[in-house]
């Protein structure tokens, strides 16, 4: 392989996006029905949740849910009470 003759002013910069690019190795272009193929090749491998699994995944995301709900709602509740209290609001 020959090498590139490199101009002394360019010895520490580094090459430009376009430089880059050109170097880049060409990505092959892939029809839509290859991109489905492989879709479909990925999503056989899926382990997917039994019923029972699901049901118990949700409850578990509708009781964190409910509880940060309800953890933000004394969180603001206090802040409220706090600058009602420093500032003198009255309602």
């Given at each position: 392989m020959a090498r590139e003759k490199q101009?002394?002013?360019?010895?520490?910069?580094?090459?430009s996006r376009?430089?880059?690019?050109?170097?880049?190795?060409?990505?092959?272009k892939r029809s839509?029905?290859?991109?489905?193929k492989g879709v479909r090749l990925e999503m056989k491998k899926v382990v997917w949740p039994t019923r029972?699994?699901?049901?118990?995944?949700?409850?578990?995301?509708?009781?964190?849910?409910?509880v940060f709900a309800v953890a933000f709602w004394l969180i603001d509740s206090g802040f409220l009470?706090?600058?009602?209290?420093?500032?003198?609001?009255?309602?």
């Amino acid at each position: 392989m020959a090498r590139e003759k490199q101009n002394p002013k360019d010895a520490g910069k580094k090459p430009s996006r376009l430089a880059k690019a050109a170097n880049a190795p060409k990505r092959e272009k892939r029809s839509i029905r290859e991109y489905f193929k492989g879709v479909r090749l990925e999503m056989k491998k899926v382990v997917w949740p039994t019923r029972k699994e699901l049901g118990s995944y949700t409850a578990v995301v509708l009781v964190a849910c409910a509880v940060f709900a309800v953890a933000f709602w004394l969180i603001d509740s206090g802040f409220l009470a706090a600058l009602k209290g420093i500032l003198g609001i009255t309602m």
